[in-house]
């Protein structure tokens, strides 16, 4: 058996490394004990801003508003003008260049806020209609901390030429979702003296507890789109370490009754699916028809607590992921664009370790099916694209007392690939009756300044034979806090997560060896492959202190685990296991404009990654800096040093490899993103040393807006990836195994192209479309003789002539490596072309508030190209002379409010 490396055995075993090693550890404590005692004796110099305070004023019932942009009903009249804006951005703490003024009435069920928006030259107003959460142009925002929290609010936006935008704003306004999408309603209207803005927000809409008064958090601001310049009537200081900690008070809202919500929006769905019909093949016949029915919902419990619920969904709306390729064998991260899954995602989130790793990834729901049908010569299989969701609930909200509840359920059903064998059909189940849980809670406390929370999941199949090698269930659970000191300057937070799986030894195995774990590790002392377990346990959690807000500097340290038993890819996302990180980043803010410049940012980070046998793997040092000019232009640049890079994953299941020394960069700039005409030029360039691998690509992005009804953006990249030791396969080799890389030149073209037309606030016409190329072209096989050799040529042998041979120079290569005149074995031919185009035309019209009609078609083609040719020859052949699959969709909503 062998060894179980516990907390003590690693700290032996860091112990036994080289002195260097040590001597890190050692200035790492050192720095992070200084960097605490200056957190602790650190004189505070944030800004203290006196706090504002509104007064609403209630409407009688005979002063109705109507809502239409122009301020003359008489409900108006009953309150004040509340004035003397203050810039926030570019230049902070001064005049802006033209006033602001609003007032705030209500009644029984709605608030109302007005704007008068003075403009010395009113023909410079920009109009530019986009469609809804679009914000292109002048606008003015109210921003309503309802929960009277600092830490959340509900935003509500208008443009000047009347398109609306509403978000929620969460982690004190550093996290903005615009999938929130109440119904309200609002107009603008323009005039000599600049424009004006009304706007109808239900009580139903926002979350507060019962309370005589209610006190809320408020901000309202302006955007004058010329000068790129936020004002606002709160002061936020740029320093401040978020917004909705610094807003002023609404006060005046007496006997306001919380109003429970009951929205019910039942929807209906005509798709018709085209594509190139496959002789022989009875599911392939040039079309289908599918008519399809479902309803969601959204029940106010509490009015601070919500339960929305969805029976049958349908996602057809939304926009296809971009093109993708992964050579490193890892799972590809695609963000949640599905309504449902977006909404009030941040009361779930449990972001614990690096980017993208969660506990909970809604992409788990709905997934492609696990299984495949077992298929003879002269069959045909009709295999399901996503799993259907039968239904899903979640609850959610915060209480007044500072709860932030989150319990989502969700049901999957069996999914059955349909088979032909000569006429006659049969069904093969790819993907078993699933249900998912997760539990979320978090409660503020220390006067909104801390919090502590905890998540748990659960995911639990119902399996039968043909699918024994899924899991059966798994379950996660994590705790989390922060803590924030000084006026939120400083900040002390943390998680930990435990997992735990449960299944067949087949199952359980299967875990054990995924590119995620790789126990087989043939040089690993602290894993091995057990195939007598039926569950597995791991943890995983993040330490972290930093400086968040106040003065020109930031920084933050900490240390990331987890363990190699983790695993959360049931319903979350884990790349990666067995690893233990250590980083740190220090940032200067260059805050106060000046005639050069409106803004800058210099930040250095480091960091270190050790497995839990405790081999050193990789340190990195990077710089990154970027500058916002006078002018609006910008400039992004930066940079790193990556002295030792060591991986546990290159050879899936070989023995630990070394990577070369590498140096990268990268530098991009872009001109005036207010401009009608706007661009982005990138550059970045890899570069290991002996050429055992680089990387070059080039980015070019543009947007247009020749008039304010239409844009158009295009986002092209180029990019040329060689590598010397590119992993191929494991073989065997007379009962040793052999470790195959190659020389791959592989070159990758995508261009994404959007344009949108709105014909009003509530009709536009949106188009997405993407052709993704790579290919591949393998040389100069070699295989792996000494994996952590610092030089290349003793890390892996190349073969010569003699010893590899090809048929006509296709299919696969032969192996003749100890040249006694037999093949020893066989290289399949990794070369390859990847093709893929998709798109959406979505016509989108918002007849009433909260209802919508949908037209939708979408195209799409998914190939392999000739790898010999190049992309140019790839993309005519694969792309433009291909028949594509089209689908055309009509989604018609309606949303009963009661």
């Not at 106010?300 to 929305?308: M, P, Y």
């Not at 809670?441 to 220390?446: C, E, G, I, T, V």
């Not at 639990?460 to 000084?486: I, P, Q, V």
Request: hydrophobic share 35%; proline share 4%; glycine share 8%.
């Amino acid at each position: 058996m062998k060894e179980i490396v516990t907390a003590e055995l690693l700290l032996e075993k860091i112990a036994d490394q080289k002195p260097s090693l040590i001597m890190r550890i050692a200035f790492l404590t050192l720095f992070s004990f200084l960097l605490s005692q200056h957190f602790l004796f650190a004189q505070d110099s944030t800004i203290v801003v006196p706090k504002r305070t509104y007064t609403a004023v209630p409407l009688s019932g005979e002063n109705a508003i109507g809502i239409d942009g122009i301020l003359d009903d008489e409900g108006w009249k009953l309150a004040k003008w509340e004035g003397d804006f203050i810039e926030w951005e570019p230049d902070e703490n001064t005049p802006p260049s033209q006033p602001t003024k609003f007032k705030i009435v209500y009644d029984k069920k709605f608030l109302y806020v007005a704007f008068r928006c003075y403009d010395t030259e009113p023909d410079k107003i920009e109009k530019r209609l986009s469609r809804r959460d679009n914000f292109v142009g002048d606008g003015v925002a109210i921003l309503i901390d309802s929960y009277n929290d600092k830490q959340n609010a509900f935003v509500f936006i208008v443009t000047a030429a009347g398109v609306k935008v509403d978000e929620f704003a969460t982690e004190n306004g550093n996290n903005f979702d615009d999938s929130w999408n109440p119904i309200w309603y609002t107009a603008s209207n323009l005039d000599d003296e600049g424009w004006t803005a009304e706007m109808k927000i239900p009580f139903s809409q926002l979350k507060f507890g019962k309370s005589k008064e209610q006190i809320w958090g408020l901000e309202c601001s302006r955007m004058v789109f010329r000068e790129d310049e936020w004002s606002v009537w709160q002061r936020l200081p740029q320093d401040a370490s978020g917004m909705v900690s610094e807003f002023g008070e609404l006060r005046g809202l007496m006997d306001i009754q919380p109003q429970k919500q009951l929205e019910i929006q039942p929807f209906m769905v005509n798709q018709l699916e085209t594509y190139p019909k496959e002789s022989g093949n009875p599911f392939r016949d040039g079309s289908d028809f599918i008519l399809n029915g479902g309803l969601d919902a959204k029940i106010g419990i509490t009015n601070d607590l919500t339960l929305d619920l969805t029976m049958n969904p349908d996602f057809g709306q939304v926009e296809a992921d971009p093109g993708a390729i992964a050579l490193d064998g890892f799972q590809i991260f695609f963000e949640e664009r599905r309504p449902f899954f977006v909404e009030n995602k941040n009361i779930f989130d449990y972001e614990f370790a690096d980017r993208n790793d969660n506990v909970f990834y809604s992409r788990r729901i709905g997934r492609s099916p696990q299984g495949s049908p077992d298929l003879i010569d002269g069959e045909f299989a009709d295999q399901p694209t996503n799993t259907t969701i039968l239904g899903a609930a979640k609850f959610s909200g915060k209480t007044k007392k500072g709860w932030s509840l989150g319990l989502l359920e969700s049901v999957t059903g069996k999914m059955y690939a349909d088979v032909d064998a000569n006429g006659e059909r049969r069904e093969e189940l790819v993907e078993p009756l699933t249900n998912y849980l997760v539990g979320r809670a978090q409660k503020d406390f220390n006067n909104r300044n801390s919090y502590i929370g905890g998540i748990f999941t659960a995911t639990n199949r119902k399996l039968e034979s043909n699918l024994n090698y899924l899991r059966e269930a798994a379950y996660t659970g994590g705790f989390d806090f922060r803590h924030n000191w000084k006026n939120r300057k400083y900040y002390l937070e943390g998680n930990i997560v435990a997992s735990h799986i449960v299944g067949s030894e087949e199952a359980i195995e299967n875990v054990q060896k995924s590119i995620t774990h790789l126990f087989q590790r043939v040089d690993a002392d602290h894993v091995e492959v057990d195939p007598s377990q039926t569950s597995m346990t791991g943890t995983g959690g993040k330490l972290e202190v930093g400086k968040a807000g106040g003065g020109n500097w930031r920084y933050e340290g900490g240390v990331i685990w987890r363990s190699p038993e983790l695993e959360l890819n049931d319903v979350g996302f884990l790349r990666q296991a067995d690893e233990i990180k250590q980083y740190a980043e220090v940032q200067r803010l260059f805050l106060k404009p000046t005639n050069f410049y409106r803004r800058i940012r210099l930040e250095l980070e480091q960091q270190t990654t050790y497995d839990f046998e405790g081999n050193y793997n990789r340190v990195q040092y990077q710089f990154e800096g970027f500058i916002n000019y006078k002018n609006n232009w910008w400039t992004e640049l930066g940079g790193a040093h990556k002295p030792r890079i060591f991986s546990n994953t290159v050879l899936r299941g070989g023995p630990r490899w070394r990577w070369s020394d590498e140096n990268f960069g990268y530098l991009f700039f872009g001109s005036d993103q207010r401009k009608k005409f706007n661009f982005t030029l990138g550059y970045i360039n890899s570069q290991a040393a002996e050429n055992n691998f680089s990387l070059q690509r080039y980015v070019l992005r543009f947007r247009y807006q020749p008039f304010d009804a239409f844009s158009l953006s295009v986002s092209t990249e180029y990019e040329e990836n060689p590598n010397k030791t590119q992993y191929v396969d494991e073989l065997d080799f007379n009962g040793t195994p052999r470790y195959i890389t190659g020389n791959i030149d592989q070159r990758t073209f995508s261009t994404s192209v959007r344009f949108n037309y709105s014909l009003n606030p509530d009709l536009s016409i949106q188009f997405y479309g993407e052709p993704f190329i790579s290919r591949g072209t393998y040389t100069d096989f070699n295989f792996v003789n000494d994996p952590i050799a610092e030089k290349l040529d003793r890390r892996v042998t190349l073969f010569d002539e003699n010893q590899l041979s090809r048929t006509n120079n296709t299919g696969s290569y032969f192996v003749d490596e100890n040249l006694d005149g037999n093949t020893d074995y066989e290289i399949a031919d990794p070369d390859f072309s990847f093709v893929q185009f998709r798109s959406n035309l979505v016509v989108r019209w918002e007849y009433i508030p909260g209802s919508e009609i949908f037209l939708v078609w979408s195209q799409g083609v998914t190939g392999f190209g000739d790898p010999m040719d190049s992309l140019g020859s790839n993309l005519d052949a694969q792309i433009l002379n291909q028949k594509m699959d089209n689908t055309f969709l009509i989604k018609a909503t309606y949303r009963f409010v009661l």
